[in-house]
């Protein structure tokens, strides 16, 4: 069965940084694109960033251009999001999921096999 495991979050000051894990089991990234998702209580789920089966391609949410990169270790099945100069609008609940389609828009019904998430807070 295809997993996803989220991990990484945390809560974090304005300004601080954390970087979020995707590993993947039972399956290998290398054949996925993979992307990371945001929900925070009230709102849709929103597609912060994805890359390619191979990393080649990438596109990140405007808001979040700058500060956060999306990287991918195929060699250890695992999808990173670093994400530099935190706001408390990043607080949500991160995911990350995979999708298997050819092309492929950074949104959420484009992708499948979610992991549980992990809880991002910025605060002081």
């Known amino acids: 069965q295809p997993q996803l495991v989220e991990s990484g979050g945390g809560l974090v000051q304005p300004g601080g940084s954390l970087r979020l894990s995707c590993a993947a089991s039972?399956?290998?990234?290398?054949?996925?694109?993979v992307g990371w998702f945001r929900q925070a209580p009230g709102k849709e789920r929103e597609g912060v960033s994805c890359?390619?089966?191979?990393?080649?391609?990438?596109n990140y949410l405007d808001s979040v251009k700058g500060r956060f990169t999306i990287s991918k270790d195929n060699a250890k099945n695992t999808v990173y999001l670093q994400m530099n100069s935190l706001k408390p609008e990043d607080t949500a609940t991160y995911y990350c999921?995979?999708?298997?389609?050819?092309?492929?828009?950074?949104?959420?019904?484009?992708?499948?096999?979610w992991g549980q998430g992990t809880q991002v807070t910025v605060s002081s």
């Open positions: 890359i390619s089966s191979y990393g080649g391609l990438t």
């Open positions: 999921a995979v999708s298997s389609r050819s092309r492929w828009a950074c949104v959420a019904t484009d992708f499948a096999s």
């Open positions: 039972g399956f290998p990234l290398t054949y996925y694109a």
